[in-house]
């Protein structure tokens, strides 16, 4: 394949592909356009290329987005020059956000071409500037240049991509006509003969060692002591990324005693009951005497960010001996300036070296959080088991009997993960995806359909009315998903989230310019785009119709419509019930 390219670009075009399969990126999203033909073509023509075709650069790219988070590994983003590379913008400040690997190729004019008014250029050099890992302006393919600086250009790519701190990377590509697979009367017969022997090889020009990196010695001691010297200990486990097993971290935890408080990104919902684990924290701490009583003497956040406003608000209000975060990032994840203690490696790694060491801590501390986690779960039952209805609190709690069977979720940012973290408890399905780095509700579609890509298995994604209007065109994607994709859209007509803030009490402004009600259903949608539609009314029917949109290959679409005002009024109620059946102090 290298060797019989019919242009020096199509040759060059050729290595990056080989040079990317051979590192680990073997799918590949790509929009149509003409200045991409190159690479394109290339991939179009490796039998080991895994590849989906969008017609939209934004959904090409969310997709990407989706497969990194599924899996760790860069997808490979393809565009043409011009506006088509702005459109990825959105996937790529995601994937810095919350340190997901991207490889960006983009294609672009020549440098005499640009800023000289031709057609479909601009400035793409930088063009995401601090967020992208790194970026290469690749120069024009010419047989001059030895052709390994193109191979260990990529390798540094995908290497800078899955590092440490994984996120985007950006590769520049400019190509001069011929762009298709034309001859260019150009010699080539000499140019792939300095890399013969990785031509007859299998293995990437350059190899890179992978993972996060491992504490050392110093760190797990220090680590330990801390843990130690503190009795009624509070584990908090943030996102990690849905590829890596949290296992680790229950272990530590149990092998102490401390109670764990998952976020539903944690990727331990799925690990159902434990003895150390709390089910329903957002809800406990929804009660302020149970913020009061349930202090710890020191906090151990493992992983990133958390999503319940309830948990973030009991973090900054303790007052622990210490504060100690554990993150393979550098990035600072402390919003309250609470971290005492910061331990920049492999938290997993920190918690298998620790679990052996340690000595059982306050039993009656973990039997608090139990007794004070079993008191919600009944209240949460008292609001809920008599109410056959589909309600966004009851599509939480019984999430995991809905989508069994699938072996990931991909929740929307807004209300979805926030009534899943709150409401889901534990056994959820054992792999959970969702853009919470910038946490917008654009791409969400996209993203699902990569991340059952990534998982080549079962993922039911849950949705917003306005995160499915913000993503329509990605549907196709949806559509042609080689894995059963069940999308359950929760139709509130209009931006339901908002309905909690102070200010829906504003009516003469709330609806038009916040709620924004649309009065649209998804039924014609799913018909344009050709995907099997269906609604529900009951938990019942939405069990059923999720299990048979499971059993078939490609995407579906489940349609609940729910009123916003009466699910304002469900939550207060459950808040309300959780604090009557609170212990006492």
């Known amino acids: 394949m290298i060797s019989s390219a019919p242009n020096i670009n199509r040759l060059w075009a050729n290595l990056i592909v080989e040079e990317l399969i051979r590192s680990g990126a073997d799918f590949f999203c790509l929009s149509p356009g003409s200045r991409s033909t190159p690479l394109v073509t290339a991939v179009a023509g490796h039998p080991r290329a895994r590849h989906v075709v969008h017609f939209d650069e934004r959904g090409a790219a969310f997709c990407a987005l989706g497969f990194g988070r599924a899996t760790g590994r860069p997808a490979v983003c393809i565009t043409t020059s011009g506006s088509a590379v702005a459109n990825t913008f959105p996937a790529v400040v995601e994937a810095d956000a919350d340190g997901v690997p991207m490889l960006l190729l983009t294609a672009d004019r020549p440098p005499e071409l640009r800023g000289a008014g031709a057609n479909q250029t601009i400035d793409q050099v930088k063009l995401f500037g601090s967020h992208a890992r790194w970026f290469v302006d690749l120069p024009v393919p010419d047989p001059a240049i030895h052709p390994a600086y193109v191979l260990t250009t990529v390798d540094q790519a995908v290497q800078r991509a899955r590092d440490a701190w994984p996120g985007p990377v950006h590769l520049n590509c400019m ?333 003469q402004v709330f609806e038009p310019f916040f709620a924004t009600p649309h009065g649209l259903s998804f039924q014609q949608a799913a018909a344009l785009f050709k995907l099997p539609y269906a609604q529900a009314a009951t938990i019942a029917e939405l069990e059923a119709e999720v299990q048979m949109a499971l059993s078939r290959d490609g995407g579906s679409l489940v349609e609940l419509s729910i009123d916003r005002r009466s699910n304002v009024a469900l939550h207060r109620a459950i808040e309300r019930a959780i604090a009557d059946a609170a212990v006492p102090d």
Not at 260 to 285: I, M, N, T
Not at 372 to 395: C, H, Q, R, W, Y
Not at 423 to 445: E, M, Y
């Open 175 to 507: 190509f001069r006509e011929p762009l298709a697979p034309d001859p260019d009367g150009l010699d080539l017969s000499a140019v792939s003969v300095p890399i013969s022997s990785w031509g007859e090889s299998d293995a990437p020009y350059t190899t890179y060692g992978q993972g996060w990196s491992p504490p050392g010695p110093q760190q797990v001691d220090t680590f330990c002591r801390l843990i130690e010297e503190s009795q009624r200990g509070l584990v908090v486990v943030g996102r990690i990324p849905s590829w890596m097993d949290s296992k680790p971290i229950l272990e530590m935890a149990t092998a102490r005693g401390w109670p764990v408080l998952p976020d539903v990104s944690s990727q331990l919902r799925g690990y159902g009951a434990s003895l150390s684990l709390v089910g329903f924290p957002a809800l406990v701490l929804s009660d302020p005497a149970a913020r009061r009583r349930l202090q710890p003497d020191l906090t151990l956040h493992l992983g990133g960010p958390v999503v319940s406003k309830h948990l973030v608000q009991f973090l900054e209000e303790t007052k622990p001996a210490a504060y100690v975060m554990a993150s393979s990032v550098p990035a600072r994840i402390d919003p309250a300036h609470r971290v005492t203690h910061r331990f920049e490696c492999d938290p997993l790694a920190l918690c298998r070296e620790t679990a052996g060491r340690l000595s059982a801590g306050d039993a009656e501390y973990l039997s608090l959080w139990r007794l004070a986690d079993s008191s919600a779960a009944a209240a949460l039952g008292g609001i809920l088991d008599d109410n056959a209805s589909v309600t966004e609190p009851g599509i939480g709690r019984a999430l995991g009997r809905i989508a069994r069977g699938s072996e990931g979720i991909f929740l929307a940012s807004s209300l979805p993960i926030r009534d899943v973290d709150s409401f889901g408890g534990l056994g959820l399905p054992p792999r959970v995806g969702a853009n919470r780095g910038a946490s917008g509700i654009d791409g969400t579609i996209a993203s699902a359909a990569g991340f059952a890509e990534g998982l080549r298995a079962p993922v039911v994604a849950i949705v917003g009315d306005l995160a499915l209007l913000h993503d329509l065109n990605s549907l196709p994607l949806a559509r042609d998903v080689r894995h059963p994709l069940c999308i359950i859209v929760i139709n509130n007509d209009g931006g339901g989230i908002f309905s909690f803030l102070p200010i829906a009490e504003h009516s």
